[in-house]
C-alpha cells in the first residue's frame, strides 16, 4: 500500500515571503498522480496543484510550484509571495493510475502554515 | 461557491438515533467519495462510488450505510453511532477515468454524537 508523508507539522512564514512544504510517499508503481489540496477553516478541501509522475516538468499554478522528484519520491510545495489567505492545512495527496486501484487518493498527515502580517 | 454541496451542515445525534448525511453534485461526475475527518488529521477514505455502484469500503462498520441513488446524489446512512464516530465527513466528487482528475469536496457536515 501506498503511504504518504509530510514532516512539518506546522511551518510559518511572514507574508511576501517564500515557504516550502515537503511531501515524500512510498510506491511500488511507475505511474501515478500527485496533488496538494489546501483546507482552510472553512473545512473545504481545494486543489492547489497537481502534477503526473510521468511528466518530467514541474507544475506551477500562479504563486503556487512544486519540485517533483521522482527517483527521490519526494514532491514538495513553494509558496511565493505568501499571502493572508494562504494560512491553512496542506495535504499532499498520492492516486494510483493503474485502474484496479480504483479512484482512492490517499492523503499525507498534513502541515499546516500560519502567515504572519 | 462549492460545486459539491452537502447537508446538513451540522448534526448532532443520539446513539439511538437514524439520521442521513446528503451530498449532490451536478457536474457531471460519475465518482463520488465519503471521507472522514477526524480534528487535525487528513481524511479517511470510507467508500467510492463509480457509475453508481460500490467499489471500494474500507472495512467501515455496518452502522454507516453508503447509498448512490443517482449519479449526482450521494447519501450515508448513519445508525447506532458510537461517540468515537463524531467527526468531519466530507463527500467528493470526480471523473470516473483520469486518475490526475481531481476530487472537488463539498464544505463537509460536522457530526456529534452523543
Known amino acids: 500500500a501506498q503511504t504518504v508523508t509530510q514532516s512539518q507539522p506546522e511551518m510559518s512564514v511572514q507574508e511576501a515571503e517564500t515557504v516550502t512544504l515537503s511531501c515524500t510517499y512510498d510506491t511500488s508503481e511507475s505511474d501515478y498522480y500527485l496533488f496538494w489540496y489546501k483546507q482552510p477553516p472553512s473545512r473545504q478541501m481545494i486543489l492547489v496543484i497537481r502534477?503526473?509522475?510521468?511528466?518530467?516538468q514541474n507544475a506551477t499554478e500562479n504563486r503556487f510550484s512544486v519540485n517533483f522528484q521522482k527517483a527521490a519520491k519526494s514532491f514538495s510545495l513553494k509558496i511565493s509571495d505568501s499571502q493572508l489567505g494562504d494560512a491553512a492545512m496542506y495535504f499532499c495527496?498520492?492516486?494510483?493510475?493503474?485502474?484496479?486501484?480504483?479512484?482512492?487518493?490517499?492523503f499525507g498527515g498534513g502541515t499546516r502554515v500560519l502567515v504572519k502580517p | 461557491d462549492t460545486e459539491v454541496t452537502q447537508t446538513p451542515k451540522h448534526l448532532v445525534m443520539g446513539m439511538t438515533n437514524k439520521k442521513s448525511l446528503k451530498c449532490e453534485q451536478h457536474?457531471?461526475?460519475?465518482?463520488m467519495y465519503w471521507y472522514k475527518q477526524k480534528a487535525k488529521k487528513p481524511p479517511e477514505l470510507m467508500f467510492v462510488y463509480s457509475y453508481e455502484k460500490l467499489s471500494i469500503n474500507e472495512s467501515v462498520p455496518s452502522r454507516f450505510s453508503p447509498e448512490c441513488p443517482n449519479s449526482s446524489l450521494l447519501n450515508l446512512h448513519l445508525h447506532a453511532l458510537q461517540p468515537e464516530d463524531s467527526a468531519l465527513y466530507l463527500c467528493?466528487?470526480?471523473?470516473?477515468?483520469?486518475?490526475?482528475?481531481?476530487?472537488?469536496f463539498g464544505n463537509g457536515t460536522r457530526l456529534t454524537v452523543t
Open positions: 467528493a466528487s470526480s471523473q470516473s477515468g483520469p486518475g490526475n482528475s481531481p476530487l472537488h
Open positions: 457536474m457531471g461526475h460519475r465518482a
Open positions: 502534477q503526473e509522475a510521468y511528466k518530467q
Open positions: 495527496a498520492y492516486r494510483s493510475a493503474v485502474k484496479a486501484a480504483g479512484n482512492k487518493l490517499t
